[in-house]
């Protein structure tokens, strides 16, 4: 009169494996960047252009102070490489793509595939692909974390810039050049 209830989990190791590794590609460690001493920082903060210095280019005065020139100029070199690394990230997921179509299309050759010759040389042929394919994987992956370094040293390359602009005070310097410039000009006669 009493019920067993006999229960079984399957658990498929390669797909537990396949899960784990998936998890961690997907979780990109943090490079641990190399404390600058403090030389090093006072070398890059002395590399700051002053605030409040207007900055001048090949036509002459450019309307904007030094520093914010600089600030922005490596905002846009930022920009530009986290750009390149979404490009060759989409790259990475393209080429994963391929892979799984590969290893389906090997997989539905091997379900209806005879013992011919014809048969075995396709599934050779796909075999192939599949082996190119994973190493262009590794190929982009390598390039996107080629430039993640690169990203890495432009921030650093920035960082003194960065670190010391303040768009409420260069706002507040660029108020006070356009009264001094207006005063000369109201003055001058």
């Given at each position: ?8 989990d399957v ?15 997907q ?9 600058m ?6 070398q ?22 030094a ?7 490596g905002?846009e070199e ?5 750009t390149?690394i979404?490009?060759?990230?989409q ?21 209806r595939?005879?013992?011919s ?27 996107v ?12 390359k ?20 356009e ?7 109201s003055?001058?006669?």
């Amino acid at each position: 009169d009493s019920i067993i209830d006999i229960s079984v989990d399957v658990v498929d190791p390669e797909a537990e494996r396949k899960a784990k590794k998936k998890e961690q590609t997907q979780k990109e460690p943090k490079r641990i960047r190399p404390e600058m001493t403090w030389e090093e920082r006072s070398q890059r903060l002395e590399q700051v252009p002053p605030a409040g210095v207007p900055a001048w280019g090949p036509t002459g005065d450019l309307g904007i102070d030094a520093r914010t020139k600089a600030f922005l100029e490596g905002m846009e070199e930022i920009r530009e490489y986290r750009t390149r690394i979404e490009l060759k990230q989409q790259k990475v997921e393209e080429a994963k793509e391929d892979i799984v179509i590969l290893k389906a299309d090997i997989e539905l050759e091997r379900q209806r595939s005879s013992d011919s010759s014809r048969a075995r040389a396709q599934l050779r042929q796909l075999d192939f692909e599949l082996e190119e394919a994973g190493r262009t994987l590794r190929g982009r992956r390598a390039a996107v974390q080629e430039a993640r370094e690169e990203l890495e040293a432009i921030e650093d390359k920035h960082w003194a810039v960065l670190s010391l602009y303040n768009p409420i005070e260069a706002t507040k310097d660029e108020q006070e050049q356009e009264q001094k410039q207006a005063k000369q000009i109201s003055s001058s006669p």
